[in-house]
């Protein structure tokens, strides 16, 4: 029956998704550093002029470098999907364009602001007081959270779609774009997601200074660089628990065929099994192997095994989800990496409070090294969950992802494309903040002093008879 299904469907479908995945994929990696990081080296240049700190000084320099060029490669990137919600989905954006299209504006408008007042920020440095400098970068992270705000608006929108009225033609009537941006996933979806930013940022961030500390670069400069990011993540990730057990059991109010992929529930009924991992058959409906847990799911559904949850018998094999294993995997990985990572910050925070200083056993900072990592393979699973879970509507009961595709030829020549251009953008992303990184080791060993403010070539001031300027 699937395959039969499969074989009906446009050909532009799987390389339009398949591109489309890539490239938010990618993207993803970048945006939690935009949103959260402005925050991060704020607080640094904060603690940096209250106790007149220089190590914490210059973490923030550093750190708004790093911030400028991530910026930049996201701008990049974002401007892609941008033009690839035209171009592949054209039965979206032209049939529903009126009802979803007001949140790119105010994205636009919120990147454009972000833009100009990271640069000043950038530019700021030893030319502006140190406390104007300060004021002035306060309004960037409250703009980063602005442009996530809108591009969440129009994805929760293709869950929850508000706004409008179909007409006896299908098209959207009675248009209201602001009952569009405050649909009923916004608020879950948001601050799950700015919750996951914050994580991964701190969590990223600290990383860096986990590997420098278990190569025995222990001064306070490393000490700060991984207190303050991963103090954030650590306040964060209790509160994104919370926010990712509510929007599963919102899930399972709102969307009760995309729960039952998430929970790979088959046969609807009470007292359902809580599977962790396993594997979904479509062509019987069943699931084999995983560890499975007795009652567990419809207690966390509903706090009693006697709730009742919809399994994927309810519904015809045409609207089940795509690929229920990936959904349902995903799903395991993130709650599973989401636990682990809250274990970690029991035992930071048990640490900390008992002998005000982080553990520094071996065995925690590999794991602290590791935690960025995790927060994005996490990050990735999450978005798989939203999109792939969705499937087979883009606009949830309304559009078919089918029908909203692109008639015309050759995406898997552009899809080869923009592999081949993100793969030479990663590269050049990486190399430039390594370059950047091995020039700032050099300046802390002594071999020049590092003057000036943010990239491109400029001369190195000799260390032998001259002062170090104040960072």
Known sequence: MLDLLAATEPAQLLPARSQMAFTLMFHIILVPLGVALPAIMLIAEYKGLKHRDRAALTLARRWSHVAGVTFAVGAVSGTV?????????????????????LPFAIEGIAFFLEAILVAIYIYGWKRLRPWTHFKLGLPIPLVALVGAFSIIAANSWMNTPAGFTPGPNGWPTDIDPIAAIFNKALPWEFLHFACAAYMAAGFTVASVYAVGWLRGRRDRYHRLGFLIPFTVAAIVTPLQMVVGDLIAVWVFQEMPVKFAAM???????THQAEIFFGRYDSATNTVSGGLRIPDLNSILAGNSPDTYVQGLDAVAPADRPSNVNIVHWAFDVMVGIATLLMLFVVWFAWHYWRKREFPQSKLFLWLAASAGVLTYIAIEAGWIVTEVGRQPWIVYGFERTSSAVTGADGIWLSFAVVVVLYLLLAVGTVAVIRAMARRWRRADLGDFVDEAVPYGPRPEVEAAGSEKAPS
């Open 81 to 101: 999907l941008s033009f690839e919600m035209g171009l592949l989905w054209p039965g979206l954006t032209g049939k529903y364009g009126d009802v979803f299209g």
């Open 263 to 269: 929970e790979v529930v088959t046969n609807s009924g």
